[in-house]
Every structure is written in C-alpha cells, then in structure tokens.
C-alpha cells in the first residue's frame, strides 16, 4: 500500500473499539486527512500524548481505500513538532478559542480549492495555535483574527474600513454579513439584516483582520464583545451550518440583527 509523509495540525480525535482512535488532521499538502492510530490509547503507545488535539506532528501513513469519496489512512509514525496541546489544553479560555479554530479550520479546509490554498490554511491555523499557547494575547482575539483570516482565504474577505457595497469610505455602524462588512447608511437600507456595532467596535473588527494587536488590546470589553458578535455571526453565515463551539445562541443572534430601515422611514 502507498505510504506518504504530512505534517499535520490534529483537529480532533475520536474512540475507534478499545485501544485506536480516529484522528482528523489538517495536512499542509493534503488538506484534511481521516486516518487510523492504532493501539494510541494504550499506555505503551509509542504515539502517545502526540495525537492530541492542537498538536502539529509530521507524519508517516498508509493510504486506506476510498469509500464513499473519503478514505481512511493510518499512522504509521508521528513524530511532535510543535506541542502546543498540553499549553493550550490548560488554560480553559485558550482551549474554547482552539475548539472553534479546528472546528472553522475542518469546514473550511472543504471550501479550499487549490493546493496553495490548502497550505495557506495550514499555515494560519498552525501559527493561530502558536500564538494561543503561548498565551500572550487574549484567547478571543486569537480566535476572532484567526476566524476572519481564514475566512478571507476561503474567498469571503469581509471589509470593514469602507462599506463593502459601495466602496464610500466612513466610520460606519453598520454591519451586513450579506455585503460582506460594514455598509454606509445609504447601502443599509438595501443590504437586508444588519448588525448595529459601534465605530470602535468596527476599529476592532478592522483591527484584527490586518493584525493590528495594539488597537484590539486597548479596546473597552463592550467594544470588543460586539466585534466577537460581529464575528461569531459571519463565520456562520459562511460556514452555513454554524459552529456548535461558538455558543451563540439564537436569542443573541435575534438580538443583535435589525431589520433594515425601510426607505419610508427615513
Ligand atoms: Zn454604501
């Protein structure tokens, strides 16, 4: 059967009988990967501790046959490269943020439709969770900029320093998920729902897709807090089905959409 070598970010893991697991795996080449770890749940596994999620190993494995369109491979040797699991896994905040990031990071690697674009994934989630063990940022903020980031290779790079449907630049209060960002009064009352922020919650929001740590981290909690709103919501407008380790619950979703203005009101 024909080996290959990956290295990979494991996203999650599941029980597979009495000593394997099932573990998910971003690859940088292939993108996800299903394969079989054997005997991993034995204490006298030499794949131990490296097949947790959050873990960035390179990989041995052997193609399994396809079925059904998927295939289920199986590790033949895992070596660590980056531990960020053990850090992560113990600081709760840290572990939530992570939890959504490989959940976006499985839906999304779907939506990549190109080898580059795989790797491009790979690499942002893999320095996303460097950043989160090491625990020098806010653990939202990090998986907030991580979501919109990865978002944006997927093809939908929202715009938050002009309104994303008529290119007129402003500070805005306004966001459509529609349009893909902030929209000016005007493109409010066409856009359909949208999500009434503040102008510095929209800084924020702006803030973390260009990678501007600074403004995020001087921002208030309400600001900040919207923007994680703002976010929450357009990942799983995208991401259709939505993401179950986001929280957000349908009251806070309702709570947070307006109906447009219709012109008569204005
Ligand atoms: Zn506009």
Not at 21 to 32: A, K, N
Not at 69 to 92: C, E, F, M, N
Not at 195 to 203: E, F, G, K, N, P
């Amino acid at each position: 059967m024909p080996t290959y070598r990956e290295e990979a970010v494991v996203l999650r893991t599941q029980r597979l009988g009495e000593a394997d697991r099932i573990v998910t795996l971003l690859g940088r080449e292939r993108g996800v990967v299903r394969a079989v770890a054997k005997g991993v749940r034995r204490t006298s596994s030499k794949f131990g501790a490296r097949l947790e999620p959050f873990m960035v190993v390179d990989l041995q494995l052997f193609e399994g046959r396809q079925r059904e369109g998927r295939s289920l491979d199986t590790v033949t040797q895992a070596v660590t490269i980056s531990p960020y699991g053990a850090d992560i896994a113990a600081d709760w905040d840290a572990y939530a943020a992570a939890s959504s990031m490989v959940e976006a990071a499985e839906r999304l690697a779907d939506a990549a439709d190109s080898t580059h674009a795989a790797e491009q994934q790979y690499v942002l989630l893999a320095g996303s969770l460097r950043v989160l063990s090491r625990g020098e940022r806010r653990s939202d903020g990090v998986r907030d900029a991580y979501l919109l980031r990865a978002l944006s290779l997927a093809g939908w790079r929202p715009n938050f320093a002009a309104c994303a449907r008529c290119g007129t630049a402003g500070g805005f209060e306004r966001v459509s998920l529609a349009a893909g960002g902030a929209v000016c009064d005007a493109c409010a009352r066409e856009a359909g729902p949208t999500i009434a922020v503040s102008v510095d919650a929209m800084r924020v929001l702006w803030a973390l897709l260009a990678g501007n740590w600074g403004v995020v981290e001087a921002a208030g909690s309400a600001d900040r807090d919207r923007a994680s709103t703002v976010v929450a919501a357009y990942a799983q407008f995208h991401l259709e089905r939505g993401l179950r380790s986001l929280h957000v619950t349908d009251a806070e979703r309702r709570s947070t959409l307006h109906e447009p203005m219709r012109s008569d009101e204005v």
